[in-house]
């Protein structure tokens, strides 16, 4: 059914719809419309069976959830930035017991300084967490792929962040494609855990582990993640026949067939560059884009075989590394590993900015001629920094730099000297 819904409602539906048991919820935007929406419907019955659980903290969200999980039922929680990072170390325990719980990741900017804007800092930081990472384009596939997360991380048992823009995403409303209960139901098959404490069966889970096994430990979940590169095209296709869609994968591919210059990039920015190619397709430019779904785990294999006629891959990411640059760029480097191409990192968008088709159009041309840098920051206004920079060289106590910038761009009245 074809709806008119903010994307963070949606998501909502689409996880009332997978018939989740446990909801544990601590409001952090831009998720919080996504568990105010499922607090409500279970409130008012029409989630049911489904217990609600209001706690105090990130860390207790993610903790709650490992508990329900580790008893046999279906676990959901969301988060965003500063409250990810708070709910870590749980976030490590619940794939190393290989429980599968499905978290969306509102993707948002970590600070210091404070930042309520969009970028991927924050799920990106657990790229090693032992948790797979899909990253959704629209509102749409956002929908579709929570319920594909729900079967693959209860196949695997291992557990999964679906990772939506927060604001570009979450507080946009977009026309989607609401299934049916029925739809979900022939899709999803009731939670049937791998291990469950039973008062009738007792068992240990989490127990100490030494070096003679901890290896094997960590081991496993590489190993099931490795399965999951089978599975997920395999869930993708799955998906199509019960809901008559495309959505989900490991990689999509636009106007890539012919493309001597491919551009490689996760979530709704990837419009925005989509966008962006058409216009540069009309004026003759072999241009194209390389989407990344799934980040964990990293389907090489795929983006090899998608640049291997390309003559150059740019890499936009809306995240940094401080110290070495790229975090996506890594990865894909892995993949061209043997393949001589001209490789560039773009660094863009970071706390919200605005990445723009003027500036993209600039940007592809650049790489076009092989006139970047080998990373570049969009839009990084140098006077600013430099300023700054000096300011540090030639005063001892030159004062915080985000205030100084700031003051510098105008944004507060005050002015250093």
């Known amino acids: 059914m074809l709806k008119q819904i903010e994307g963070s409602h949606a998501v909502a539906e689409a996880i009332a719809l997978c018939r989740p048991e446990v909801v544990c919820a601590y409001p952090i935007s831009p998720q919080t419309h996504i568990v105010e929406a499922l607090g409500e419907m279970v409130k008012s019955g029409e989630l049911t069976p489904c217990e609600f659980i209001n706690v105090e903290s990130e860390f207790a969200a993610m903790s709650v959830a490992i508990g329900a999980s580790a008893t046999g039922a279906r676990a959901y929680t969301a988060t965003a930035s500063q409250g990810l990072l708070y709910m870590v170390e749980a976030v490590y325990n619940a794939s190393g017991l290989g429980l599968p719980i499905v978290m969306t990741v509102a993707n948002r900017a970590i600070g210091a300084p404070i930042n309520i804007w969009n970028d991927h800092s924050d799920s990106l930081s657990q790229r090693d967490s032992g948790w797979m990472q899909l990253f959704a384009e629209t509102n749409q596939e956002a929908l579709d792929l929570h319920i594909q997360a729900f079967k693959l991380a209860e196949e695997l048992s291992l557990p999964v962040m679906v990772c939506m823009d927060g604001f570009i995403l979450t507080h946009a409303y977009e026309q989607v494609d609401m299934p049916t209960q029925r739809q979900v139901d022939d899709y999803l098959p009731p939670y049937e855990p791998r291990q469950v404490l039973d008062p009738r069966e007792p068992v240990s889970i989490g127990a100490m582990v030494g070096p003679e096994a901890f290896m094997e430990v960590r081991y496993l979940a590489h190993a099931k993640q490795m399965q999951a590169l089978e599975r997920i095209p395999q869930l993708a296709a799955e998906f199509k026949q019960v809901f008559g869609r495309d959505s989900g994968g490991l990689t999509h591919t636009y106007r890539g067939e012919d493309a001597e210059t491919i551009i490689i990039a996760m979530g709704s920015v990837l419009g925005t560059i ?144």
């Not at 785990?297 to 998608?306: D, E, G, I, K, T």
């Not at 088709?357 to 092989?370: P, T, V």
């Open 274 to 417: 989509k966008d962006t190619i058409d216009e540069m397709r009309a004026d003759g430019h072999k241009i194209g884009v390389l989407g990344i779904t799934s980040y964990r785990p990293f389907p090489l294999a795929q983006v090899r075989a998608a640049l291997h006629n390309a003559k150059r891959v740019v890499v936009l990411e809306k995240s940094l590394a401080v110290g070495i640059g790229g975090i996506l760029s890594t990865d894909v480097r892995m993949a061209l590993s043997g393949i001589h191409l001209h490789g560039y990192t773009v660094v863009a968008g970071l706390g919200g900015r605005a990445i723009t088709r003027k500036s993209l159009h600039k940007l592809f041309r650049e790489a076009e001629q092989d006139a970047l840098p080998a990373l570049t920051f969009l839009d990084l206004d140098w006077e600013v920094v430099n300023k700054q920079l000096t300011r540090e060289r030639v005063m001892r106590r030159s004062g915080p730099a985000a205030e100084n910038m700031l003051r510098d761009i105008g944004t507060v009245a005050s002015k250093i000297a």
